[in-house]
Each structure stands twice: as C-alpha cells, then as structure tokens.
C-alpha cells in the first residue's frame, strides 16, 4: 500500500476506526498544536480559510464569540 492507498483521515473515518482522533495528535501538547496552527495560518488567505472552517462548529463559534477580552494587537 502506498500513501496515495490511503484515504485521508477525517472524523467519519475515524469515529469508524474507533479512534476519535489519531494517536500522534493525543501525545503532543496542546501548547505546541496551537503553536503549530498558529504557525501554519501565517498566510492571511489559509487563515481565513480555516477561521471559517472552525466557526461552523457551533461550539468552537460559541466559544470564540464567547471571549470577553479578544487580542486586538493581533489585528494591527
């Protein structure tokens, strides 16, 4: 089997693996996932992209409208 055999992985596919979420993710903190995302969101294009993607989970919408002190130096 090649890597192109293999479909890529989603929630679907994982919740019909058994697995909520693939093992490498489990063992890395979060700090450093939520500096790698920051990392790859650099460009504003794939930033947006991925904003949008997030905020139709209504949970993570709920929370981020949620937040009573936003950064806005982030906006400058």
């Known amino acids: 089997m090649t890597c192109?055999?293999?479909?890529?992985?989603?929630?679907?596919?994982?919740?019909?693996?058994?697995?909520?979420?693939?093992t490498v993710v489990a063992q890395v903190r979060r700090e450093d996932r939520v500096r790698a995302v920051?990392?790859?969101?650099?460009?504003?294009?794939?930033?947006?992209?991925v904003t949008?993607?997030?905020l139709r989970r209504p949970d993570v919408a709920f929370r981020a409208m949620s937040d009573?002190?936003?950064d806005y130096?982030?906006?400058a």
Request: proline share 12%.
């Open 4 to 22: 192109c055999d293999v479909p890529p992985w989603s929630p679907r596919s994982a919740r019909r693996t058994g697995s909520a979420r693939p």
């Open 68 to 70: 009573d002190c936003p």
């Open 52 to 54: 949008t993607g997030l």
């Open 73 to 75: 130096r982030l906006a």
């Open 38 to 49: 920051e990392e790859l969101t650099g460009d504003e294009v794939v930033a947006a992209t």
